[in-house]
Protein backbone atom coordinates (compact mmCIF):
# COMPACT_ATOMS: atom_id res chain seq x y z
CA UNK A 1 0.00 0.00 0.00
CA UNK A 2 1.13 3.83 -0.85
CA UNK A 3 2.22 5.53 1.93
CA UNK A 4 -0.52 8.65 1.97
CA UNK A 5 -1.14 11.97 3.97
CA UNK A 6 -3.64 13.95 5.54
CA UNK A 7 -5.36 17.25 5.02
CA UNK A 8 -6.78 19.51 8.71
CA UNK A 9 -7.91 22.85 9.48
CA UNK A 10 -10.09 24.58 11.47
CA UNK A 11 -13.45 25.98 10.32
CA UNK A 12 -15.33 29.03 11.98
CA UNK A 13 -17.80 29.24 13.31
CA UNK A 14 -18.42 25.93 15.07
CA UNK A 15 -22.48 26.82 14.55
CA UNK A 16 -22.07 26.25 11.23
CA UNK A 17 -21.83 22.00 11.57
CA UNK A 18 -19.70 22.06 8.45
CA UNK A 19 -19.29 18.48 6.21
CA UNK A 20 -15.45 19.30 4.72
CA UNK A 21 -15.06 17.24 1.37
CA UNK A 22 -11.52 16.06 -0.43
CA UNK A 23 -12.06 15.80 -4.21
CA UNK A 24 -9.65 13.74 -6.18
CA UNK A 25 -11.18 12.64 -8.78
CA UNK A 26 -13.61 10.00 -9.16
CA UNK A 27 -13.24 9.60 -5.23
CA UNK A 28 -14.26 11.72 -2.43
CA UNK A 29 -13.86 11.56 1.38
CA UNK A 30 -15.73 13.59 3.54
CA UNK A 31 -15.17 14.18 7.54
CA UNK A 32 -17.20 16.59 10.00
CA UNK A 33 -15.75 19.83 11.56
CA UNK A 34 -15.77 19.11 15.39
CA UNK A 35 -18.96 21.10 16.84
CA UNK A 36 -16.62 22.25 19.53
CA UNK A 37 -13.80 23.21 18.20
CA UNK A 38 -14.13 23.43 14.33
CA UNK A 39 -11.47 21.01 13.63
CA UNK A 40 -11.27 18.52 11.15
CA UNK A 41 -8.56 15.95 10.06
CA UNK A 42 -8.58 13.29 6.98
CA UNK A 43 -6.43 10.79 7.03
CA UNK A 44 -4.60 8.02 4.91
CA UNK A 45 -5.29 10.00 1.43
CA UNK A 46 -3.63 9.06 -1.50
CA UNK A 47 -1.05 12.07 -3.02
CA UNK A 48 -2.42 14.15 -5.20
CA UNK A 49 -4.00 17.50 -5.52
CA UNK A 50 -7.61 17.88 -4.20
CA UNK A 51 -10.38 20.35 -4.18
CA UNK A 52 -11.76 20.91 -0.37
CA UNK A 53 -15.20 22.07 -0.12
CA UNK A 54 -16.31 23.17 3.41
CA UNK A 55 -19.96 22.68 3.16
CA UNK A 56 -22.23 24.21 6.52
CA UNK A 57 -24.84 22.94 7.56
CA UNK A 58 -26.09 26.39 8.71
CA UNK A 59 -27.81 27.85 5.26
CA UNK A 60 -27.26 31.11 5.97
CA UNK A 61 -23.62 30.37 5.09
CA UNK A 62 -21.70 30.00 1.91
CA UNK A 63 -20.14 27.29 0.69
CA UNK A 64 -16.03 27.57 0.36
CA UNK A 65 -13.73 25.72 -2.14
CA UNK A 66 -10.20 25.87 -1.44
CA UNK A 67 -8.11 24.62 -4.46
CA UNK A 68 -5.55 23.15 -5.15
CA UNK A 69 -4.71 21.55 -1.84
CA UNK A 70 -1.97 19.36 -2.45
CA UNK A 71 -0.82 15.99 -0.36
CA UNK A 72 2.48 14.63 0.08
CA UNK A 73 3.03 11.37 1.76
CA UNK A 74 3.29 11.19 5.09
CA UNK A 75 2.78 14.66 5.74
CA UNK A 76 0.11 16.34 7.13
CA UNK A 77 -1.48 19.42 4.68
CA UNK A 78 -2.81 21.81 7.19
CA UNK A 79 -5.18 24.65 6.05
CA UNK A 80 -5.21 26.86 8.81
CA UNK A 81 -9.02 28.31 10.17
CA UNK A 82 -11.29 28.58 7.21
CA UNK A 83 -13.80 31.19 8.44
CA UNK A 84 -17.25 31.10 6.48
CA UNK A 85 -19.21 34.01 5.52
CA UNK A 86 -22.82 34.39 5.07
CA UNK A 87 -24.35 34.22 1.21
Known amino acids: MAAAGSISGVVQPVT ?3 TVSAILEPDTIRAFADTVTGTFTMMGLPEGS ?6 PGDTLLADTTIAPVLVVAQQETNLGTVVLHAK
Open 50 to 55: YSVVIT
Open 16 to 18: AHA
